[in-house]
């Protein structure tokens, strides 16, 4: 009974390639995130998705392009990666109050890509 | 804006010894403190949040931690740690009356428990 899921859970590919990863929520929440965590941890929020429109996108390179096709699912393609591309990313979810920022998130368990 | 500072980056503390991990923000209007917990290989999930009222927060597997306005701090401790509680530790704060999105990590405390 994952709340949270993404896939794949690791990804190794080379520089150039073009990838995605996907998440699902079945709480039923409304807003769904994009977190990148680099190696020394530092963890940065990339998209944010209210019922399937953007929100928040944190000056993210354009090679990123993220997409909801419903509120339960928000998927991650990145185009040409590069080197620096290389991290955790975590699919995350919260429910639909977006005025009211003591929301709790909760977390998928992560996809670590690593481009060689 | 806001930012959070988690002064240690790394706690090394032996099974069943006390233990306090350092959280302060900076924000020039009212917040809401959480923490966070990462378990090796695993995302991250909400060990306790400072939201209003009680200035110590009770949370999950024994944490608790207190919201101390005029130091900005949100320090978390818990009386006696486990070998299970090795992990990385999250602060994070969010602005009141701003979206959830708009929530701020910390770098991380990674707590390292020694038999």
């Known amino acids: 009974d994952t709340a949270v899921s993404q896939t794949p859970k690791y990804l190794v590919t080379q520089m150039g390639n073009d990838k995605s990863i996907k998440c699902e929520q079945n709480?039923?929440?409304?807003?769904m995130y994009w977190y990148k965590q680099d190696s020394k941890k530092f963890l940065k929020i990339m998209f944010s998705?209210?019922?399937?429109?953007?929100?928040i996108n944190e000056t993210v390179p354009n090679r990123f392009s993220p997409k909801s096709p419903d509120k339960a699912h928000l998927n991650l393609h990145i185009n040409s990666l590069e080197l620096g591309d290389s991290a955790v990313y975590f699919c995350?979810?919260?429910?639909?109050?977006?005025?009211?920022?003591?929301?709790?998130?909760?977390f998928g368990p992560g996809t670590r890509l690593l481009v060689l | 804006a806001q930012s959070v500072t988690q002064l240690d980056s790394q706690v090394p503390v032996f099974e069943e010894a006390p233990v306090e991990l350092r959280c302060n923000y900076s924000?020039?209007?009212?917040?809401?403190l959480f923490w966070y917990v990462q378990y090796p290989n695993q995302g991250l999930q909400l060990l306790l949040k400072y939201l209003s009222g009680s200035t110590l927060v009770k949370g999950i597997n024994g944490f608790e931690a207190e919201f101390n306005k005029s130091q900005t701090s949100f320090h978390l401790r818990k009386p006696s740690v486990h070998i299970s509680d090795t992990a990385e530790y999250f602060c994070a704060v969010t602005l009141r009356g701003s979206s959830a999105s708009k929530i701020i990590f910390g770098s991380g405390t990674r707590l390292s428990i020694r038999p």
């Open positions: 998705y209210n019922n399937k429109e953007l929100i």
């Open positions: 924000s020039s209007v009212s917040v809401y």
């Open positions: 995350a979810s919260s429910p639909d109050r977006r005025s009211w920022s003591g929301e709790t998130q909760y």
């Open positions: 709480l039923g929440h409304d807003t």
